[in-house]
């Protein structure tokens, strides 16, 4: 028994030591940031959450994700992909902007989890102008990234701990077409039974460049937990964006049985990221419900932006 105590509180101390040094690394590119920072990132579509059960938790998922689209909220989450997994979104958005995301992954033997995506934005034709004001035709703006992720498992530190990697091929496109190479960084792993610990940073890349002009990528730290209990999971996420003040999620999921294969789930959540920018009308919050036969789910979320109007969401997810 003593044995046994000694190698846990090893154990222990060894994820305690990865945990501090993990924080460190992940949050000096961020040491700087802030609300002064607002605006100062380009391609903020890669801030977009994706899959509908993320967005009603309040995006509180960094240690929650566990099928394919796992490839945007925390690569090493792909390592719960026992077989085959995949997962589809289309999101109706703000002032008639579409939302699209979709990705697939597979588990490749002793190589891990590997994962394809692919994120896209899309709005309507917008009318161009020339300097006094006259229209010279429209243009549509849109942006796309491109993934592909890789998870495995290590088991050196008492417990299984798994590393994640995602690299991206960005493209934005106004009038004229920037393009950026970006990768994320991720890490996961039960501390306890119940208790799910995850960690990433996103965006890590070259900037976009537009003629001589230059935005950085939207650089975001990740930190969150998860607990379940029985049909029930609590999540819980502090996000540090790199040119916005660190904003909290907090989400919730209970999943009730309908019969042997059948099941119901709803979810809420809470996102404090704009409680500073949106000051009439509900905002900050999410909620949703889905639906799920076996291993396939389809979900649904909705997200009000106050007098910005309402956001909603579709996936359709299964794991095989």
């Known amino acids: ?38 605006g100062t990132s380009g391609a903020q579509f890669l801030k977009l959450g994706v899959n509908a059960r993320a967005i009603a938790m309040g995006e509180a998922y960094s240690a929650v994700a566990d099928g394919a689209d796992a490839i945007y909220w925390n690569a090493a989450g792909l390592e719960q992909v026992k077989g085959k997994a995949f997962s589809v979104m289309h999101s109706a958005y703000l002032q008639d902007i579409n939302h699209d995301f979709a990705a697939y992954a597979q588990r ?17 034709s917008i009318d161009q102008t020339d300097s006094v004001g006259t229209n010279v035709g429209t243009f549509k703006p849109s942006d796309l990234a491109v993934n592909l992720a890789w998870a495995r498992e290590f088991s050196d530190f008492g417990s299984p701990f798994v590393v994640g990697l995602n690299g991206k091929y960005v493209r934005s496109r106004i009038i004229e077409t920037a393009e950026a190479g ?53 999540s819980l996420d502090g996000i540090f964006p790199r040119d916005n003040d660190p904003a909290a999620a907090v989400g919730a999921e209970y999943k009730m049985p309908i019969s042997q ?16 920018d949106l000051n009439k009308g509900i905002s900050s919050i999410g909620a949703g419900a889905g639906l799920g036969w076996k291993t396939y789910s389809v979900d649904f979320a909705w997200v009000p932006f106050g007098n910005l109007g309402n956001t909603y969401r579709i996936s359709l997810s299964a794991k095989f």
Do not use: H
Not at 13 to 28: F, H, T
Not at 108 to 124: E, H, T
Not at 261 to 276: M, Q, V
């Open 182 to 234: 970006a990768v994320d960084f991720g890490v996961a792993w039960n501390m306890y039974e119940k208790w799910r610990f995850g960690a990433t940073v996103q965006n890590l890349g070259t900037a976009l460049k537009f003629r001589d002009e230059s935005d950085d990528l939207p650089v975001t730290v990740r930190l969150g937990s998860s607990f379940t209990y029985k049909k029930l999971i609590l």
């Open 261 to 276: 294969d059948l099941w119901f789930a709803t979810r809420g959540g809470f996102n404090s990221r704009t409680i500073n």
């Open 1 to 38: 028994m003593s044995m046994r105590i000694k190698t846990l509180t090893a154990g222990l101390m060894n994820r305690a030591v990865c945990v501090l040094a993990l924080v460190g690394v992940m949050l000096s590119p961020l040491s700087a940031a802030g609300r002064r920072d607002v």
């Open 108 to 124: 490749m033997g002793i190589v891990g989890v590997v994962g394809v995506g692919v994120q896209y934005l899309s709005a309507n």
